[in-house]
């Protein structure tokens, strides 16, 4: 049985940074309610720009880390998810876009380790990839391969028939984010 805690917190608009108290707080209150310890830990983070990912990570993981307490040994790994990515992926002679769903793991940026997922091809241009960006992952969790944990997240969406790009979990908090939003009292 898959259980899933979700919770929301008043931000002004576009006020995506310094979340670290608020997400241990959050973490702690999910772990709690679900009567669970953790043993690894992968934060998906959405809202983060290329100039940003450092200092969200800086100021983000120690927090995380304090909502596991006493217990030091949890691994963690910090993920970076950027839907707004101008990166687009054309088969190498050009003819077509990628397959739906394909997994591009070859690209690596400058200080992070990335990869792509391809999502839904539109009719008349390319689809735009969802980039991921591994900013933070602990030495003994080297064996786990987050790009195909993503990957297979994207496919655990609740009724829903087409491929995707986003993990699950990722879009689900962006959609409880948008449809909390539109309440006077802001989903609290």
């Known amino acids: 049985m898959v259980k899933i805690y979700s919770k929301t917190a008043r931000r002004a608009a576009s006020q995506e940074m310094k979340l670290g108290k608020m997400i241990c707080g959050f973490v702690a209150n999910a772990m709690s309610a679900l ?3 953790a043993a690894s830990f ?10 940003t990912i450092s200092v969200a990570a800086e100021q983000e993981i120690p927090d995380i880390r304090k909502a596991f307490g006493e217990d030091n ?26 397959p739906v769903g394909t997994l591009v793991t070859a690209l690596q940026g400058i200080e992070n380790k990335t990869f792509y997922i391809n999502g839904m091809s539109p009719p008349y241009s390319t689809a735009k ?26 496919h655990d969406y609740p009724n ?4 995707v790009k986003l993990t699950a979990l990722v879009q689900m908090a962006h959609k409880l984010g948008e449809l909390a939003g539109g309440f006077l009292d802001y989903g609290e």
């Open 129 to 154: 990839s969802v980039r991921y960006v591994v900013s933070q992952k602990d030495k003994k969790l080297d064996s786990t391969n987050l790009s195909k944990v993503s990957w297979a997240l994207c």
């Open 42 to 51: 992968i934060v998906l983070r959405d809202g983060v720009g290329d100039a």
């Open 73 to 98: 040994d949890v691994l963690l790994a910090y993920v970076v998810c950027q839907k707004w990515i101008a990166t687009k992926f054309l088969l190498a002679d050009g003819s077509q876009v990628m």
């Open 160 to 163: 829903w028939t087409g491929p």
């Open 35 to 37: 009567d669970v310890l």
